[in-house]
């Protein structure tokens, strides 16, 4: 080889995430867990993708991301107004009920339909580089909290208005939103794995999450429906929903909605492995 | 140490069920690979490379040759790590940087310069390594404030210099390319097999999908020849495209016949 040739550079020089080989012969659980490790470490490229796609949906609006804001105050107070009404109720703790509730609404509710096409629509991306197929399942997670930031200012001006106090009980509602960031990722796993082996399945999840706002404790109180109330109990939104809005409410964290929790959170991430596991190899010749 | 070793591989896509398989129309041979029936004769699949092997070391320069729907495209996209053999083994040791579509890859609505952040990131390369790559891809897309430009409204052209700077740029090791790479002008494809120089002389792999003679022949030293996904041949350059050369002229005489 001539001289003038440079040195090779050292690896240690090079990018570290970039695709360094791999064996076709791989362990299907190993390369699962792989991707979901190699997918995380690459924080910079899911947190770059996830604010470009939220800029996005306001390029060459005016107000940009206040629109984020805008939007969840009016629906909040919409409901506020129209169910005070109807339920004869328009305290300032039923208007405290609906901005918390509606907040962890959304954000889960933006997980779940989002989660449908989390695979199908970077079929592109993944088409023509051997990207962890995590960083679209982290970025579609990030959007959401940063979504979720940005109505959270619409909500810490209605509770500044409401005059309510926040003692430091209210940080379980923090280990709450953390908690639904972590059942967050296997939920994108396991309905955009799914989703994407058997597209009639987003309809399905698009159905169910048009009415999930009447079926969650979001307009009314679990009390309201009075036997009916089970709907709220069987509905594991709500124990999603109560984490974060009892310690900001009542005070005290519910154990029991606590406990749906982690049984869901065990539960879902096993299946969301197995899922993952399983599909890995073969996600891309479905989408 | 940089390595392709592709061994026995098979890959098959998978249809659904059907009762006959598609008619082969007289006298026009088919173009993909073969169909793979069940038990009952269903089609179920199409072998789109049946039994595969080859083994690249650092510098070689691999050509891949063939029809279209030779499976060219796919056997590139199995050494990205993008489709994983049905059978066989496929182990590839080293940094890959694939380019195969132009848009795919690519945030059309971000600018020419987001695009190369991206790139680097995808890579995994860190803000300073990306700040310090910039400067070197800028020169060499030559695109200057085209790069504050969304992608969407580059030029076939400008978009393939952009893509082939950022994925060069960030010292991959293995570089995997597919046919549209010989749709450069004369300029683009020089500075291009400079590029490629490099990568090789310094230890690296270049793989190449073209039906560009003239670039093959300048850049690789050497091919393999797919028809139908079978493999019709492999090794030195010169002689594979020589068979093929020779291949289409016995058939050409033939349909002439």
Same mark, same amino acid.
């Given at each position: 080889?001539?001289?003038?040739?440079?040195?090779?550079?050292?690896?240690?020089?090079?990018?570290?995430?970039?695709?360094?080989?791999?064996?076709?012969?791989?362990?299907?659980?190993?390369?699962?867990?792989?991707?979901?490790?190699?997918?995380?470490?690459?924080?910079?490229?899911?947190?770059?993708?996830?604010?470009?796609?939220? +800029?996005?949906?306001?390029?060459?609006? %005016?107000? @940009?991301? #206040?629109?984020? !804001?805008?939007?969840?105050? $009016?629906?909040? =107070?919409?409901?506020?107004?129209?169910?005070?009404?109807?339920?004869?109720?328009?305290?300032?703790?039923?208007?405290?009920?609906?901005?918390?509730?509606?907040?962890?609404?959304?954000?889960?509710?933006?997980?779940?339909?989002?989660?449908?096409?989390?695979?199908?629509?970077?079929?592109?991306?993944?088409?023509?580089?051997? +990207?962890?197929?995590?960083?679209?399942? %982290?970025? @579609?997670? #990030?959007?959401? !909290?940063?979504?979720?930031? $940005?109505?959270? =200012?619409?909500?810490?001006?209605?509770?500044?208005?409401?005059?309510?106090?926040?003692?430091?009980?209210?940080?379980?509602?923090?280990?709450?939103?953390?908690?639904?960031?972590?059942?967050?990722?296997?939920?994108?796993?396991?309905?955009?794995?799914?989703?994407?082996?058997?597209?009639?399945?987003?309809?399905?999840?698009?159905?169910?999450?048009?009415?999930?706002?009447?079926?969650?404790?979001?307009?009314?109180?679990?009390?309201?429906?009075?036997?009916?109330?089970?709907?709220?109990?069987?509905?594991?939104?709500?124990?999603?929903?109560?984490?974060?809005?009892?310690?900001?409410?009542?005070?005290?964290?519910?154990?029991?909605?606590?406990?749906?929790?982690?049984?869901?959170?065990?539960?879902?991430?096993?299946?969301?492995?197995?899922?993952?596991?399983?599909?890995?190899?073969?996600?891309?010749?479905?989408? | 140490?940089?390595?392709?070793?592709?061994?026995?591989?098979?890959?098959?896509?998978?249809?659904?069920?059907?009762?006959?398989?598609?008619?082969?129309?007289?006298?026009?041979?088919?173009?993909?690979?073969?169909?793979?029936?069940?038990?009952?004769?269903?089609?179920?699949?199409?072998?789109?490379?049946?039994?595969?092997?080859?083994?690249?070391?650092?510098?070689?320069?691999?050509?891949?040759?063939?029809?279209?729907?030779?499976?060219?495209?796919?056997?590139?996209?199995?050494?990205?790590?993008?489709?994983?053999?049905?059978?066989?083994?496929?182990?590839?040791?080293?940094?890959?940087?694939?380019?195969?579509?132009?848009?795919?890859?690519?945030?059309?609505?971000?600018?020419?310069?987001?695009?190369?952040?991206?790139?680097?990131?995808?890579?995994?390369?860190?803000?300073?390594?990306?700040?310090?790559?910039?400067?070197?891809?800028?020169?060499?897309?030559?695109?200057?404030?085209?790069?504050?430009?969304?992608?969407?409204?580059?030029?076939?052209?400008?978009?393939?210099?952009?893509?082939?700077?950022?994925?060069?740029?960030?010292?991959?090791?293995?570089?995997?390319?597919?046919?549209?790479?010989?749709?450069?002008?004369?300029?683009?494809?020089?500075?291009?097999?400079?590029?490629?120089?490099?990568?090789?002389?310094?230890?690296?792999?270049?793989?190449?999908?073209?039906?560009?003679?003239?670039?093959?022949?300048?850049?690789?030293?050497?091919?393999?020849?797919?028809?139908?996904?079978?493999?019709?041949?492999?090794?030195?350059?010169?002689?594979?495209?020589?068979?093929?050369?020779?291949?289409?002229?016995?058939?050409?005489?033939?349909?002439?016949?």
């Amino acid at each position: 080889m001539s001289s003038h040739i440079q040195p090779v550079e050292t690896r240690a020089d090079a990018p570290i995430f970039a695709l360094s080989g791999f064996r076709s012969d791989a362990d299907p659980w190993r390369e699962a867990i792989d991707d979901l490790w190699r997918g995380l470490k690459n924080v910079r490229l899911w947190r770059a993708l996830a604010w470009q796609e939220f +800029l996005m949906l306001y390029r060459r609006t %005016y107000f @940009g991301a #206040a629109w984020v !804001v805008a939007t969840f105050l $009016f629906f909040s =107070l919409v409901i506020y107004v129209v169910f005070g009404a109807v339920r004869g109720d328009s305290s300032e703790q039923y208007l405290l009920f609906v901005v918390y509730g509606f907040l962890i609404f959304q954000l889960l509710s933006g997980m779940i339909t989002d989660a449908t096409m989390v695979f199908v629509r970077p079929a592109g991306w993944m088409t023509s580089t051997r +990207l962890p197929f995590s960083v679209f399942v %982290y970025r @579609g997670v #990030a959007r959401n !909290v940063v979504n979720l930031g $940005f109505s959270a =200012l619409g909500a810490a001006a209605v509770v500044l208005w409401a005059g309510q106090s926040v003692g430091w009980v209210s940080l379980w509602a923090l280990v709450g939103l953390a908690a639904i960031v972590v059942n967050g990722v296997w939920v994108y796993l396991l309905v955009g794995v799914l989703c994407a082996r058997f597209r009639d399945l987003q309809q399905v999840v698009q159905m169910f999450m048009r009415v999930a706002l009447f079926l969650t404790p979001v307009l009314w109180m679990p009390q309201d429906l009075g036997s009916r109330a089970v709907i709220a109990t069987y509905n594991p939104l709500t124990h999603f929903i109560e984490i974060v809005r009892e310690p900001m409410i009542a005070g005290a964290p519910g154990s029991d909605h606590w406990q749906v929790v982690l049984i869901m959170t065990v539960v879902g991430w096993t299946a969301a492995l197995m899922a993952f596991a399983y599909s890995r190899r073969r996600l891309v010749f479905w989408i | 140490m940089t390595r392709i070793l592709i061994d026995n591989a098979s890959l098959i896509f998978k249809t659904r069920a059907q009762r006959k398989p598609a008619p082969e129309q007289a006298g026009a041979p088919a173009v993909a690979g073969d169909v793979v029936t069940d038990e009952k004769g269903r089609r179920i699949g199409i072998k789109a490379l049946a039994d595969v092997s080859l083994d690249l070391h650092p510098g070689d320069r691999l050509g891949i040759i063939g029809s279209n729907g030779a499976g060219k495209t796919t056997l590139l996209r199995m050494m990205a790590g993008i489709y994983a053999p049905s059978s066989g083994t496929v182990v590839v040791e080293g940094r890959v940087s694939a380019m195969f579509n132009l848009g795919l890859g690519m945030q059309l609505d971000a600018s020419g310069l987001q695009n190369i952040v991206l790139s680097g990131l995808i890579a995994g390369a860190s803000r300073a390594q990306i700040d310090r790559a910039i400067p070197d891809i800028v020169t060499f897309t030559e695109l200057g404030d085209f790069l504050d430009m969304p992608v969407r409204t580059y030029s076939q052209g400008m978009a393939m210099r952009l893509k082939f700077a950022c994925a060069t740029a960030f010292r991959p090791e293995i570089l995997l390319l597919d046919e549209w790479i010989g749709a450069g002008d004369a300029d683009f494809q020089a500075k291009a097999r400079e590029r490629m120089d490099a990568l090789v002389s310094s230890a690296g792999i270049v793989v190449l999908a073209t039906h560009n003679q003239t670039l093959m022949k300048r850049v690789v030293n050497k091919a393999i020849w797919l028809e139908k996904g079978h493999m019709k041949g492999f090794g030195p350059a010169g002689e594979i495209i020589e068979a093929l050369a020779a291949f289409r002229r016995s058939q050409g005489a033939q349909n002439a016949a």
